[in-house]
Structure formats: structure tokens, C-alpha cells
């Protein structure tokens, strides 16, 4: 099994950028396709942002395509997301998750993190 934990989020004002990681533990991430995915309040989790096992493949969800940069460093074992010009609508806990396959849909992926809050202010 694989560990993921997120970190990096925070407050920030419109406008502002950010990056989040994702560390694994537990197994090597470099086995796993990674997904970021993000659940606003009161509504259900998306698909933000997928990266595949050697990060020669990204994938990008409609919320955030265009803003976002989805990487991974498997030295390191660990997933980042660089968010550019955030919005209020941005604000939402963001998941980082983990998959043998290639499916980017929530039921799909194996290992879920416990998520970091990103609240974007206006």
C-alpha cells in the first residue's frame, strides 16, 4: 500500500498562485498514476488534474485546464499541482490520489489522500 498526504495549502487572495504536493510513503509513487482531485463545499469531488507513472502524460479536468500544472519528481515521491490565477470558485479541499490504471474517475482510483484545504478569498 501506498501513504499519500497532502500539503500546501492555505489562504490566498485572488489572482495569487500556489502549489500543492502530495508525498507518498509506504511504496515507491513512481508505481501509480497520480490524480489531484478537489471537493468545494457542498458539492461533489472532481477531477482537477492527472499525471501518469513517469509523467510523460498529463491530464487535465475543465476547472482548472489553463491554470494548472500538474508534475511529479519520483526521486522524491512526490505529486505537486502549481495553481495560477485563483479564484474564489478554486476554494475547495484538494485530494491527491493514487491508481494502477488509467482512469481518472474518483471510483477509479486506489489510494486517497486525507486532502488540504485551499480557500480563495475575493
Known amino acids: 500500500q501506498v501513504q499519500l498526504v497532502e500539503s500546501g495549502g492555505g489562504l490566498v487572495q485572488a489572482g495569487a498562485s500556489l502549489r500543492i504536493s502530495c508525498a507518498a510513503s509506504?511504496?515507491?509513487?513512481?508505481?501509480?498514476?497520480v490524480g489531484w482531485f478537489r471537493q468545494p463545499p457542498g458539492k461533489e469531488r472532481e477531477f482537477v488534474a492527472g499525471?501518469?507513472?513517469?509523467?510523460?502524460?498529463?491530464h487535465y479536468g475543465d476547472s482548472m485546464r489553463g491554470r494548472s500544472t500538474i508534475s511529479r519528481d519520483n526521486a522524491a515521491n512526490t505529486v505537486y499541482l502549481q495553481m495560477n490565477s485563483l479564484k474564489p470558485e478554486d476554494t475547495a479541499v484538494y485530494y491527491c490520489?493514487?491508481?494502477?490504471?488509467?482512469?481518472?474517475?474518483?471510483?477509479?482510483?486506489?489510494?486517497w489522500g486525507k486532502g488540504t484545504l485551499v480557500t480563495v478569498s475575493s
Open positions: 499525471i501518469n507513472w513517469n509523467g510523460d502524460t498529463t
Open positions: 509506504g511504496r515507491t509513487l513512481s508505481a501509480y498514476a
Open positions: 490520489a493514487a491508481s494502477y490504471g488509467d482512469s481518472w474517475e474518483v471510483s477509479g482510483m486506489d489510494y
